[in-house]
């Protein structure tokens, strides 16, 4: 019986914003095709099986962790840093102990999407590319507005249904390279418990002249930045808020992002953070300002995007948030000394705030409308008009 004969019928997880990918590519159509080494070994849940079943199966030893005394070892994924006992796993519930070892996600995708980079977002890195995005399963936080929590939250929630797809690096790689993608990226659950996994996709990507990035929440360690530092290029940071209160509430720890920022920032890895902007969670204009001059302080030149939230999955009794709440809490980012503020999530609602402006000659150098790009003036990293360096990655 071949690998793909159990799952006829199945779907992969493969959604596309461009026309020329086809929507979920049934198993058995790459079974017939070039494409079958997409699909590895049949592996789906039996009746007495659960998701965490089926998961352990897909797992290796990982490398972040040290062993400790009477079998246990210490993870150093996240910012939790772990202390596992045999036989258990992390808060995150997909790297666990088994015989005094950390086994660690490996071999799948719980989700698949090619995007513009702008969706990420990105707005400093190689306007109008294509990104081919894949996420696994897990998390470290439990955020209530999650709008990834059918994959984050895939092990905690029942109602979670994802499904892992088994894939190569070599299959991943080859797909970005067949659709145009320039950039891949790890994303829609937290990437830095995937880590082992994502290096080594990030490490044959580069050998194909790929860009590598990372999606995360932030919670990061100095062990994990350390090891991902040779094989991501860019990195989006989620600054949920500016209080620990807030944070104690998505289970993380305010001072472990912000740590992780200024990490980011002095290991030279392209830097960008977003703060989804929540009604009477983290919109108050001391909070948000606290957050602009945090930033200020690491660099003014990080861009820093204040997105909209609209009601999802747990978090459903706060409003969606206005466009004019966005336009404040940029306004409150350029003032306290930001060069690059940008509101997101509400396209063609928020005047200019999508554009990329020359901090000197004011001049517009990239015009966007939602994920578009819709010109770009930049010419060699300088401003086409003055000449002045806009920080970022252009080329």
């Known amino acids: 019986m071949k690998a793909s004969d159990g799952l006829k019928g199945k779907s992969v997880r493969f959604i596309s914003a461009y026309g020329e990918l086809r929507h979920d590519y049934p198993i058995d159509m790459l079974a017939n095709k070039m494409h079958a080494q997409y699909i590895g070994k049949e592996v789906f849940m039996t009746e007495s099986s659960t998701l965490k079943d089926l998961l352990a199966q897909q ?124 950039i891949v990226t790890s994303t829609y659950n937290e990437p830095l418990i995937t880590s082992e996994w994502a290096v080594e996709i990030f490490a044959l990507a580069k050998k194909f002249g790929l860009v590598t990035s990372y999606v995360s929440n932030g919670n990061g360690t100095p062990e994990v930045i350390d090891f991902i530092q040779p094989y991501v290029d860019l990195y989006k940071i989620d600054l949920k808020g500016f209080r620990q209160r807030s944070y104690s509430q998505l289970g993380g720890v305010l001072q472990n992002v912000l740590d992780t920022i200024k990490r980011v920032y002095e290991r030279k890895i392209w830097l960008e953070v977003v703060t989804l902007v929540i009604p009477g969670f983290n919109d108050s204009k001391e909070e948000l300002t606290d957050i602009a001059q945090y930033l200020v302080s690491v660099s003014p030149d990080i861009p820093w995007h204040v997105t909209a939230f609209h009601q999802d999955y747990r978090m459903m009794d706060h409003d969606n948030t206005k466009a004019g709440s966005l336009l404040k809490a940029r306004e409150i980012g350029l003032n306290a000394g930001l060069h690059y503020v940008y509101a997101g999530n509400r396209p063609g609602e928020v005047e200019d705030s999508e554009n990329t402006w020359c901090p000197a000659c004011h001049a517009t150098v990239v015009e966007r409308h939602g994920y578009r790009v819709l010109r770009n003036e930049i010419r060699n990293g300088c401003c086409n008009r003055c000449g002045t360096t806009i920080p970022g990655r252009w080329q």
């Open 59 to 182: 797992t290796k030893e990982g490398i972040l962790y040290s062993p400790m005394q009477d079998g246990w070892v210490r993870c150093y994924a996240c910012g939790h840093r772990c202390k596992i006992p045999p036989e258990k796993d992390g808060i995150c519930k997909v790297r666990f102990n088994h015989e005094g070892k950390l086994y660690v996600p490996t071999g799948y995708v719980g989700a698949l999407q090619l995007d513009p980079v702008e969706k990420k977002p990105f707005f400093h890195a190689y306007p109008g590319s294509k990104a081919l995005s894949f996420g696994m399963l897990g998390c470290d936080y439990h955020c209530a507005y999650c709008q990834n929590w059918i994959t984050s939250q895939a092990i905690r929630d029942p109602l979670a249904e994802s499904s892992p797809e088994q894939m190569s690096p070599e299959a991943f790689v080859d797909l970005a390279v067949r659709n145009g993608a320039k």
